[in-house]
């Protein structure tokens, strides 16, 4: 299927869940990381939650890393180059919504994309080889190509694989699982 199709499909389909479907929904899909073998590395690269998009709450991730002591880092965007920087979270960092209402860091201790070991990943939709569809930007993909190869990518999503194969350009970067409120999947 194509990818405009699809994003406007799990916009949709986001924009029908209620509050309480989120929230449940992003506590089992902490929960279902639980079960994954990724907590004896160190730095761990984790969305914010955009609430207007109905993103997955990842609050309750943070709240993990942070009772498991790693290093958390979050990302603040380029919507020049599409690029990103990522800066530690620590008790210090001040966050403020962007234009886009993505919220990002100030300021603060910026990490090398090379220092990351799992990276957990937002997505709308992705299918069953590991091909993912963003907002269409390709920040992940830019960012994601800068990580070492044995970096962790995990896509968190609301919905199950699209059964259909999702058209890839040679700069995707594939996932290495998916997490979903009811199951977890490698690929």
């Known amino acids: 299927m194509?990818?405009?199709?699809?994003?406007?499909?799990?916009k949709d389909l986001r924009q029908e869940l209620?509050?309480?479907q989120v929230e449940d929904n992003s506590l089992a899909i902490a929960n279902k990381l639980l079960s994954l073998d990724i907590w004896n590395?160190?730095?761990?690269h984790i969305f914010l939650t955009i609430e207007e998009q109905k993103e997955i709450n990842t609050d309750y991730i943070l709240n993990i890393l942070s009772g498991?002591?790693?290093?958390?880092?979050i990302s603040?965007?380029?919507?020049?180059?599409?690029?990103?920087?990522?800066?530690?979270?620590?008790?210090?960092?001040?966050?403020k919504k962007n234009t886009?209402?993505?919220p990002e860091p100030i300021d603060g201790i910026e990490i090398p994309s090379s220092q990351l070991?799992?990276?957990?990943?937002?997505l709308l939709a992705f299918d069953n080889t590991g091909h993912r569809i963003g907002y269409g930007k390709g920040f992940y993909d830019r960012f994601l190509a800068q990580c070492k190869p044995e970096t962790i990518k995990i896509g968190l999503s609301f919905f199950e694989a699209e059964a259909e194969t999702i058209e890839a350009s040679e700069d995707d970067i594939k996932l290495d699982y998916c997490v979903t409120p009811n199951h977890i999947i490698t690929f």
Do not use: A
């Open 41 to 44: 590395n160190t730095f761990y």
């Open 76 to 95: 603040k965007s380029n919507f020049e180059d599409y690029s990103m920087t990522h800066y530690l979270l620590t008790d210090n960092t001040r966050i």
């Open 18 to 20: 209620s509050e309480t």
């Open 100 to 102: 886009y209402n993505i």
């Open 117 to 122: 070991e799992v990276v957990f990943i937002p």
């Open 2 to 10: 194509r990818k405009p199709l699809l994003r406007k499909k799990y």
């Open 68 to 73: 498991k002591d790693k290093n958390i880092v």
